[in-house]
């Protein structure tokens, strides 16, 4: 298939292209960037307008829950990539909480055998780092590697001994992957379910204090510091934190850090009742945590925005917010929340295709955000100034537990295409 996207405005960070251009696609890979108009239309195979609209590398988001295998009612590799297509998102992560939990090559064949039958996006495991993780014992870290994965996490479960995490990142550093983690002292947050603050008072729940982040990140990142291997911090939500990797990145440690757009676009001020949509782990904090977060992502203290999407069904959702499980969807509304950053003229458009595209290929270390020559062809196509209302009941995910339903916001995905096809087209019902 040879394509053409004409008349869009291409924004590849990579090139530092920032332009009305026309990009050609031969054989799922990006052939030409020009500004040339003289084209022949039987030389194509199809033909995209894009006047309008913004034409950018695919989005790629590595921290993504897909709950398979071992939890199909909430999200399956199909249903998840279909959101993430939806969403412009054509590469994803996926993190080993699954059932069994992804610490050996067998769950990881599983996911990537079954990605290659059903995805429509690209599909990257990140297998744990201790068996069953349980911080007892490392997992088969370096088979999971050699058999697809591309980091390694024990995602809402740290890592409590030292020792093994110790032990987890010298092998990462070895194998040049990076250590994905969510940084938490449990023996603060332990029994936790909103932070620690004015929500948590009113309805008598028990919080979970900013320090149980921080005294997180600043262990893990003293290891890091130890062993030389590259630590990413995950979901960021307090000031203190942002300080803490602001002072890290200054001595050269090889830290990078990620924020949710939940994290940085509402606080525990906005949530309504007690909606156990409003319930992640970490949790939304304050409204001086927030604008934090915004200062970290526009001056790249943090470095990049994924969404931690974390699907479950309206029946675990419905059991009231102390007993309900953590996360929220994020796949779909992730563009259109982000936007919310160039709107406001806190970072450029060229900023946020960096962070949601370019610079999370680089920390997992995967050939894309790029629409240099030769790049393997993964685009979004999307209009910044579209207006569109969040609407769960539209969504692509199995499951539909999300804080955003009925947000009015601006940034509609026009068109998805992985390795040069379609996979996402808005006009298509």
Known sequence: MRILIKNGLVVDP??????RLNLIINRGKVEQLTANNSFKNNNFNEIIDAKNFIVAPGLVDIHVHLRDPGFKHKETIETGSKSAAAGGFTSITCMPNTKPINDNPKVTNYILQKAKKVS????????????SQKSTQLASILDNIRNGCIGISDDGHPVT???????AMEIARKLSVPVISHCEDLSLSQGGVANEGKFS???SLKGIPNISEELGILRDIGIAEITNSHLHICHVTTKKSVEIIRDAKSRGIKVTAEATPHHFTI???DIKGCNSNYKMNPPLRTREDVESIILGLKHNVIDIIATDHAPHSEKEKSVGFKKSPFGIIGLESSLPLSLNLVHEKIISLSDLI???STKPSEIININRGSLKKGSIADIVIFDMNAKIKIDKNKMFS???NT??????????????????KTVFNASVK
């Open 201 to 203: 008072k009113k309805y």
């Open 398 to 400: 199995k499951s539909k």
């Open 14 to 19: 990579s090139s530092k292209i920032n332009k």
């Open 354 to 356: 960096y962070k949601m």
């Open 267 to 269: 606080s525990e001020d």
């Open 120 to 131: 429509l996006v690209n599909i990257f495991p990140i297998g744990a780092i201790t068996k």
């Open 403 to 420: 804080p955003f339903h009925g947000f009015d916001l601006k940034g509609k995905v026009i068109r998805t295409i992985l390795r040069g």
């Open 161 to 167: 001994d030292s020792e093994l995490l110790f032990d």
